[in-house]
């Protein structure tokens, strides 16, 4: 999944960091000596799956959004649709956020246009995720 961001390496490098702590995680399950029970074990596994799972929607969204030819989605004009366009949900670590959001920016930055078509859609896909950021940490209040 990670290859389909070939066109966006700030972004797919994020995802694959994700990837990794979540990778060591689960393999840290099995050395908890038993200290640990199977209940414990099974949530984990379970949460490891759930964050791959959010890794995947994220890379789906974003190599979605690299392959339309159109402007895409419409600014966010609430936190939820600030979550969807950024590909998260509200439970994403802040830490996390910031990192995703600076790889989209770098990757979608009007600097990497191929022509003024493409310049026109990166600098809207900027003005999207910036309105995203704000409205999620609350410098941009919600209509």
Known sequence: MLEDLASAPPLRGVLRQEVDLITQRLCDVPRSNGVVGPRQIRQRYQGGIREL????RIAEGAAASFSTNGIGPKVPTSREEAYDLLGVNDSISEATLKKLVDALRLSW?????R?????QRREERIKQINVAWDLITGKRLTT
């Open 53 to 56: 799972h959010r890794v995947i």
């Open 109 to 113: 930055h009007p600097d990497h246009a």
């Open 115 to 119: 022509d003024e078509i493409d310049r």
